[in-house]
């Protein structure tokens, strides 16, 4: 261990430097392979089930204003569907929950240079809210802030991950990186209709 470590020592600032970057990219492939890919497919597993469940609580909802009796079913599908509901956000809570993520890469000593939302992207019963992020830090910091994004109660996706612009602050390699934070909220059935109407989402408008 003690050559190795002289070896590095003995190597040019340059190789230094492409070391100190090469294994940061390593683990935060490692991070996106085993924590966000992951949470990226629970995320869309989600959702469609959230979906098939209202499906079915209407389908029983309808059975139920012909069989009285029906009516537990009602009730035990709309006990789960709010549960799954908490997952996702509505629109009232979305600036808070940005908020915090702001303040998640902040307390994780990052300096943040971009914090834009984009515009929203709909799917047929949810919204996808993307969120342009731009951070300066040392990859133990990045790494620190995606975690704890990782760690949230609501569904909270990082992808686009992009690292550029390294150099040496302190001993420490600073990188600037930049990702789309993306989270998602639930469609009120007014909101869907809405959307429906101004084309902005496929469905049967009723």
Known sequence: ????????????????????IGVPLLILFAYYLL????????????????????????KKKFEAEQ?????????ALDKQLKFALTRLPDEKEIPELLSSISNLGRDSGLEILVFRQLPEGYQEFYAEVPVEMQV?????????FLDRVGKLDRIVNVSNIAM?????????VQLDVN??????RFLSEAERQRLIQEKKIKGDAK
């Open 67 to 75: 069989m009285p009796e029906r009516q537990k079913e009602v009730d």
């Open 179 to 184: 990702s789309r934070i993306t989270t998602f």
């Open 1 to 20: 261990m003690n050559d190795f470590l002289e070896g590095l020592e003995n190597l040019e600032p340059s190789r230094k430097i492409a070391i100190a």
């Open 136 to 144: 300066r830090g040392n990859y133990h910091q990045v790494a620190q």
């Open 35 to 58: 924590i966000v890919s992951p949470r990226t497919t629970r995320t869309t597993q989600l959702v469609a089930h959230i979906e098939e469940m209202e499906q079915e609580r209407d």
């Open 164 to 172: 550029k612009a390294p150099k040496t602050v302190d001993e420490n």
